[in-house]
């Protein structure tokens, strides 16, 4: 299931958000400040992050910069009072990827979200692996002949970004900022095994090995 890290202040709006996303099938963490968030990308990674701007101790815009300056690249979308182009500017230089408007048009933001999120490569529909082998991106399983494998979740996570990355060689750095977080230890040998875990579930043929650079997947 997608992960989404919303930051808001509005406490009626934030409950909004949590019980709106939730609906839908989203996995929803909250913040309240800008540092509340920091601690909790040090804990987690997200799929998406939904921030307010004028938020108490770091505001939305310092946050994201923050985040972008340590190589997090999670789509985000502001959800602002603001108008005025300036701050508008300001938040795209910092690295947002969409805003709305407040008051929110719920309806408008999920098409917005499901947009974001299929752009960025992540998918939304379920992925075929092989002729018994299904992916089911929502709830993060992998079915044989329609049976849960119970795959670990670091695997899923190695999964979804081979196939978020399908046309691109994925390298050493991304898999690292993938399954790991800020304050995770990994190693050399944990990175083999996910990826030999990797190769027993999809086949060795499909996971390529580039020397010196990565690996490549061919579905």
Not at 70 to 96: P, R
Request: hydrophobic fraction near 35%; glycine fraction near 6%; include cysteine.
């Amino acid at each position: 299931m997608y992960k989404i890290l919303v930051l808001e202040d509005d406490i009626l709006f934030l409950e909004t958000l949590e019980d709106f996303l939730s609906d839908e099938g989203f996995i929803v963490k909250t913040a309240k400040d800008g540092e509340e968030v920091i601690e909790l990308c040090y804990e987690n990674n997200y799929d998406l992050y939904l921030f307010d701007i004028n938020v108490p101790k770091l505001n939305g815009i310092d946050l994201l910069d923050q985040l972008r300056k340590n190589g997090d690249e999670t789509a985000t979308i502001y959800l602002t009072s603001y108008k005025d182009k300036d701050m508008l500017t300001q938040s795209f230089l910092t690295g947002c990827d969409d805003y709305l408007k407040k008051p929110v048009d719920l309806d408008e933001l999920l098409l917005r979200i499901n947009s974001l999120l299929k752009r960025s490569g992540k998918p939304l529909n379920e992925i075929k692996l092989s002729e018994e082998l299904y992916f089911n991106p929502k709830t993060r399983r992998v079915l044989n002949n329609g049976e849960d494998l119970f795959i670990t979740s670091k695997v899923i996570d190695l999964l979804e970004l081979f196939i978020e990355k399908k046309t691109s060689i994925i390298t050493k750095e991304m898999i690292i900022n993938k399954l790991w977080s800020f304050n995770e230890d990994y190693s050399e040998g944990s990175i083999r095994v996910y990826i030999n875990n990797l190769k027993k579930l999809l086949g060795k043929e499909k996971i390529k090995n580039i020397k010196g650079i990565g690996y490549k997947i061919e579905l």
